[in-house]
């Protein structure tokens, strides 16, 4: 079946380091991928997506790149700020079909 | 920027009551879901509904849950009798037919506590 794993949180990273967070998935034809935030006491917000092979998401200076070759979307960022500092899940995809989520990757930020 | 709304944001219930969480998709939407979070879990799928009727379900959707779209812009979710376990975060979800178009857009959700 379809799954999602992402790396254990929580990381916890200092203001300005450089983040990678990593995505793996198993999947059935070719799914949509997506990275969603969700920030403390909030909903879940799309942070950025990509529909097929080798496409790059971004967003707020965030990317993913969709490597299909080793079922990759790892999420990245190059400086990252306090304010970044959320739940971010990974997830999968086909259209207008259920979303599989990741267990979701807590990120905090030290200034 | 069209935006998916939850009512209420927080409800609080006695075990074994009703509760019914409403959802209000962005218009132009035909693809509608409900996901719940359970505190500090992962996000799982509970229900699809298209064209008036649910597309797909989980094993979560038992028969104490249904869904309905009782008019042209509200989406609900009921359980019927309410569980401790049934705390959690439910987020509803609305996703667009143009194609091409898979992003689905999820409201700010309802936290459900069951006492």
């Known amino acids: 079946g379809n799954s999602v794993t992402q790396m254990e949180g929580p990381v916890t990273l200092s203001e300005e380091a450089f983040l990678t967070i990593n995505c793996t998935y198993t999947?059935?034809?070719?799914?949509?991928l997506f990275w969603y935030v969700q920030y403390p006491g909030e909903g879940l917000q799309l942070l950025l997506k990509?529909?097929?092979?080798?496409d790059k998401g971004s967003n707020k200076g965030f990317e993913a790149t969709y490597r299909k070759e080793t079922t990759s979307f790892h999420l990245e960022k190059g400086s990252v700020q306090v304010s970044d500092s959320a739940v971010y899940f990974c997830?999968?995809?086909?259209?207008?079909?259920?979303?599989?989520f990741g267990k979701g990757t807590r990120l905090h930020i030290l200034p | 920027e069209p935006e998916v709304t939850q009512t209420p944001s927080h409800q609080v219930t006695q075990m074994g009551q009703e509760v019914i969480l409403r959802c209000v998709p962005i218009?132009?939407?035909?693809?509608f879901y409900w996901y719940r979070q359970i505190l500090g879990q992962k996000v799982e799928f509970l229900v699809s509904?298209?064209?008036?009727?649910?597309?797909?379900k989980s094993e979560i959707f038992d028969d104490q849950f249904s869904v309905e779209r009782p008019d042209g812009s509200n989406f609900t979710l009921k359980i019927r009798s309410t569980k401790l376990e049934d705390s959690a975060m439910y987020f509803c979800?609305?996703?667009?037919?143009?194609?091409?178009?898979?992003?689905?857009?999820f409201g700010p959700g309802t936290r459900l506590t069951v006492l």
């Open positions: 990509a529909t097929k092979a080798d």
């Open positions: 218009s132009n939407h035909l693809y």
């Open positions: 999947a059935t034809g070719y799914p949509s």
């Open positions: 979800a609305s996703s667009s037919h143009r194609v091409g178009s898979d992003t689905q857009y």
């Open positions: 997830a999968l995809s086909r259209r207008d079909d259920k979303i599989i």
């Open positions: 509904f298209y064209n008036n009727e649910i597309s797909e």
